[in-house]
C-alpha cells in the first residue's frame, strides 16, 4: 500500500506546540550558540582522527574539518527544519560524525591500494544503501536487542580508546623506540624515544583530563555541558605556554572558502568497503532511531514511523552529501538530548539556528586550521574522557541483558568482544586471508556486531519485531547514543 505523507507541522499550523515556537532572533542565536558548543569537540573528533590516523597534511585536515562543521549544518537545518514531507524529523536535532565509522574507515585508508577516495565512494554507497532500506529500517531495530547493541557500543569505546592513548603519548606516529644517533651506534641498535609518551605530553594530557573533571563536578549546568570543551580550550593555553602550539598554519589559511566537492579525488566504489560501511550504516540507523524515540518523549510530539522514516532519511541523505563533500557519515547528534532535557526549550528553531551557525563555521578555513593545531596530548585527555565513555555506556547496557533465564547471551557477549579485540591484540591475525576482506577483518567493531547477531539469531532467534522488542531495541539504541 502507498505511504501518504502526513501534513508538514508548521508554527502557523501547530503554534501552541512548543516544538514549533517560534523565539525572538537574540534568544535563538544564544541557544543556537550553545546547542553548537555541547556538540563541537564531538563533531570535530572523527575528522581529527582520521587525519591523524593517515598522517594528512595540516591543510587536509583542516579541509576536513571544515567539511564536516559544513555538512553538520547543512543537515541539521534539514533535520530540524525539514525540507519536502519525506525528510525531516522536525525536532530540536543537531547532527555530527558517528564515531561508529571511525576504526572501519582507518581499516579501509590504511589498506594496501586504497585511501580517502575509497572511503568517500564507500560512504556515498553506504547513504544510498541507507536511503533504499529506510522503509524496513523499523523492521531491522528488532534484530539488534541489547545483547548485540552492548556488545558493539563496548568494542566501540575498546577499540577508540587506542587512539585516546595514541594522542596522550604525543601522536600515533611515534613509535617507543628509535635508532640509536649516537656516532658509531651499531647498526639496527636501538634507543628509547625522548619525544614518546614524554612527562610534557603526559602532563597536557592529565591536566586536560582534571579540567573535565573538575568542571564535571563543580561547573553550573551549562558549562558541565560543555566541560570537554572547556578541557580542550585549557589544554591548548597551557600548550602554547609550553611552545607547544605552532599557528603558522592558521595564518596562511584562508578567511573563506567555499566548500566545494570531491576535493580529494574521484570517489572509488570498491565491494569490501562498501559493504563494511553499510553495516555501519545500520548502525547508525539503530543509534537514530532510539535518540528520535528518546526526544519525542521529552518533547512531548510523538515518534511514529512516518516520523522515524524522516529522520532516517536525513541520516542517509546527509552520508550522501558527506562523501560528496570530503567528509564522514553523518548521524544524529545525541549530546543536545541532554541540553534538551535541562534547558526545556523544546522549540527545533533554535537547532536551525545552530545549524547556520555551524554552517557558517564550516566557510572558515582559518577555524579548521586552528583546532588542527592542537597538540595531540590535549586531544589525549579529552579522548581518553569521550572514548572511556563510549565503552562505559556499552557495558551499562549489557548490564541490563538477562543472563539468568538466557545463560547463552553470556557466550554471545563473550565470543562478540573476544572476536571483537583480535585487530587490536594481533593485527595480523587475518594476513593470509583475502586482501579484499582486510577493511571487514581489521574492524573490531564490525567483527563484533556480525558475531553478536549471528550468535542471537542462532540461539534466540530473529522472531518477529513485537512492541516489546522493539522498545528494548529503542531503549538500547538510546543509550548507546549518548555517548557519541
Given at each position: 500500500?502507498?505511504?501518504?505523507?502526513?501534513?508538514?507541522?508548521?508554527?502557523?499550523?501547530?503554534?501552541?506546540?512548543?516544538?514549533?515556537?517560534?523565539?525572538?532572533?537574540?534568544?535563538?542565536?544564544?541557544?543556537?550558540?550553545?546547542?553548537?558548543?555541547?556538540?563541537?569537540?564531538?563533531?570535530?573528533?572523527?575528522?581529527?582522527?582520521?587525519?591523524?590516523?593517515?598522517?594528512?597534511?595540516?591543510?587536509?585536515?583542516?579541509?576536513?574539518?571544515?567539511?564536516?562543521?559544513?555538512?553538520?549544518?547543512?543537515?541539521?537545518?534539514?533535520?530540524?527544519?525539514?525540507?519536502?514531507?519525506?525528510?525531516?524529523?522536525?525536532?530540536?536535532?543537531?547532527?555530527?560524525?558517528?564515531?561508529?565509522?571511525?576504526?572501519?574507515?582507518?581499516?579501509?585508508?590504511?589498506?594496501p591500494g586504497m585511501g580517502l577516495q575509497d572511503i568517500f565512494g564507500a560512504i556515498i554507497a553506504a547513504g544510498v544503501f541507507g536511503l533504499l532500506i529506510v522503509p524496513f529500517a523499523c523492521r531491522l531495530m528488532g534484530?539488534?536487542?541489547?545483547?548485540?547493541?552492548?556488545?558493539?557500543?563496548?568494542?566501540?569505546?575498546?577499540?577508540?580508546?587506542?587512539?585516546?592513548?595514541?594522542?596522550?603519548?604525543?601522536?600515533?606516529?611515534?613509535?617507543?623506540?628509535?635508532?640509536?644517533?649516537?656516532?658509531?651506534?651499531?647498526?639496527?641498535?636501538?634507543?628509547?624515544?625522548?619525544?614518546?609518551?614524554?612527562?610534557?605530553?603526559?602532563?597536557?594530557?592529565?591536566?586536560?583530563?582534571?579540567?573535565?573533571?573538575?568542571?564535571?563536578?563543580?561547573?553550573?549546568?551549562?558549562?558541565?555541558?560543555?566541560?570537554?570543551?572547556?578541557?580542550?580550550?585549557?589544554?591548548?593555553?597551557?600548550?602554547?605556554?609550553?611552545?607547544?602550539?605552532?599557528?603558522?598554519?592558521?595564518?596562511?589559511?584562508?578567511?573563506?572558502?567555499?566548500?566545494?566537492?570531491?576535493?580529494?579525488?574521484?570517489?572509488?566504489?570498491?565491494?569490501?568497503?562498501?559493504?563494511?560501511?553499510?553495516?555501519?550504516?545500520?548502525?547508525?540507523?539503530?543509534?537514530?532511531?532510539?535518540?528520535?524515540?528518546?526526544?519525542?518523549?521529552?518533547?512531548?510530539?510523538?515518534?511514529?514511523?512516518?516520523?522515524?522514516?524522516?529522520?532516517?532519511?536525513?541520516?542517509?541523505?546527509?552520508?550522501?552529501?558527506?562523501?560528496?563533500?570530503?567528509?564522514?557519515?553523518?548521524?544524529?547528534?545525541?549530546?543536545?538530548?541532554?541540553?534538551?532535557?535541562?534547558?526545556?526549550?523544546?522549540?527545533?528553531?533554535v537547532t536551525v539556528a545552530g545549524g547556520v551557525i555551524m554552517l557558517v563555521l564550516g566557510l572558515v578555513p582559518k577555524l579548521g586550521a586552528l583546532v588542527a593545531a592542537i597538540p595531540q596530548p590535549v586531544l589525549g585527555?579529552?579522548?581518553?574522557?569521550?572514548?572511556?565513555?563510549?565503552?562505559?555506556?556499552?557495558?551499562?547496557?549489557?548490564?541490563?541483558?538477562?543472563?539468568?533465564?538466557?545463560?547463552?547471551?553470556?557466550?554471545?557477549?563473550?565470543?562478540?568482544?573476544?572476536?571483537?579485540?583480535?585487530?587490536?591484540?594481533?593485527?595480523?591475525?587475518?594476513?593470509?586471508?583475502?586482501?579484499?576482506?582486510?577493511?571487514?577483518?581489521?574492524?573490531?567493531?564490525?567483527?563484533?556486531?556480525?558475531?553478536?547477531?549471528?550468535l542471537n539469531a542462532y540461539f534466540n532467534g530473529l522472531g518477529r519485531l513485537d512492541a516489546k522488542a522493539l522498545r528494548n531495541a529503542e531503549h538500547a539504541a538510546e543509550d548507546a547514543a549518548k555517548s557519541c
Amino acid at each position: 500500500m502507498q505511504q501518504t505523507a502526513p501534513p508538514v507541522p508548521t508554527p502557523s499550523s501547530e503554534e501552541a506546540h512548543p516544538v514549533d515556537a517560534m523565539l525572538p532572533a537574540g534568544k535563538l542565536i544564544a541557544l543556537g550558540i550553545q546547542h553548537v558548543l555541547v556538540m563541537y569537540a564531538g563533531a570535530v573528533a572523527v575528522p581529527l582522527i582520521i587525519g591523524t590516523a593517515l598522517k594528512l597534511p595540516v591543510e587536509q585536515t583542516a579541509l576536513l574539518i571544515t567539511a564536516d562543521l559544513f555538512i553538520c549544518g547543512v543537515t541539521s537545518i534539514i533535520q530540524s527544519l525539514g525540507l519536502t514531507p519525506w525528510f525531516g524529523i522536525r525536532m530540536p536535532v543537531m547532527m555530527g560524525m558517528t564515531f561508529a565509522s571511525v576504526t572501519p574507515m582507518i581499516a579501509i585508508a590504511t589498506t594496501p591500494g586504497m585511501g580517502l577516495q575509497d572511503i568517500f565512494g564507500a560512504i556515498i554507497a553506504a547513504g544510498v544503501f541507507g536511503l533504499l532500506i529506510v522503509p524496513f529500517a523499523c523492521r531491522l531495530m528488532g534484530m539488534f536487542p541489547p545483547v548485540v547493541t552492548g556488545s558493539v557500543i563496548t568494542i566501540i569505546g575498546i577499540s577508540l580508546m587506542q587512539v585516546g592513548i595514541q594522542w596522550a603519548v604525543g601522536g600515533a606516529w611515534l613509535k617507543p623506540q628509535i635508532a640509536d644517533p649516537a656516532p658509531g651506534a651499531a647498526a639496527g641498535s636501538m634507543v628509547p624515544n625522548p619525544a614518546y609518551a614524554s612527562l610534557e605530553n603526559l602532563g597536557v594530557a592529565l591536566f586536560v583530563l582534571v579540567v573535565i573533571l573538575l568542571i564535571s563536578k563543580y561547573g553550573r549546568s551549562f558549562l558541565k555541558n560543555i566541560s570537554v570543551l572547556a578541557g580542550l580550550v585549557a589544554g591548548s593555553v597551557l600548550a602554547g605556554l609550553l611552545g607547544m602550539m605552532h599557528f603558522g598554519q592558521v595564518a596562511r589559511a584562508e578567511a573563506f572558502h567555499l566548500i566545494m566537492p570531491f576535493q580529494f579525488g574521484a570517489p572509488k566504489f570498491a565491494f569490501g568497503p562498501i559493504v563494511t560501511l553499510c553495516v555501519v550504516q545500520l548502525v547508525v540507523f539503530v543509534e537514530s532511531a532510539g535518540m528520535f524515540f528518546a526526544l519525542g518523549d521529552i518533547v512531548g510530539r510523538k515518534v511514529g514511523r512516518v516520523e522515524l522514516g524522516r529522520g532516517l532519511r536525513v541520516d542517509a541523505v546527509g552520508t550522501i552529501l558527506a562523501g560528496m563533500f570530503n567528509t564522514f557519515p553523518t548521524t544524529s547528534f545525541s549530546q543536545n538530548i541532554g541540553l534538551v532535557g535541562m534547558t526545556g526549550v523544546r522549540s527545533r528553531w533554535v537547532t536551525v539556528a545552530g545549524g547556520v551557525i555551524m554552517l557558517v563555521l564550516g566557510l572558515v578555513p582559518k577555524l579548521g586550521a586552528l583546532v588542527a593545531a592542537i597538540p595531540q596530548p590535549v586531544l589525549g585527555g579529552t579522548g581518553i574522557a569521550m572514548f572511556g565513555m563510549v565503552a562505559a555506556t556499552g557495558i551499562r547496557i549489557l548490564s541490563e541483558v538477562d543472563y539468568k533465564a538466557n545463560r547463552n547471551n553470556l557466550l554471545i557477549v563473550a565470543l562478540g568482544i573476544g572476536f571483537g579485540m583480535i585487530p587490536l591484540v594481533a593485527p595480523q591475525f587475518f594476513i593470509h586471508f583475502p586482501e579484499v576482506l582486510a577493511p571487514m577483518l581489521h574492524s573490531g567493531i564490525l567483527l563484533t556486531a556480525v558475531v553478536t547477531f549471528v550468535l542471537n539469531a542462532y540461539f534466540n532467534g530473529l522472531g518477529r519485531l513485537d512492541a516489546k522488542a522493539l522498545r528494548n531495541a529503542e531503549h538500547a539504541a538510546e543509550d548507546a547514543a549518548k555517548s557519541c
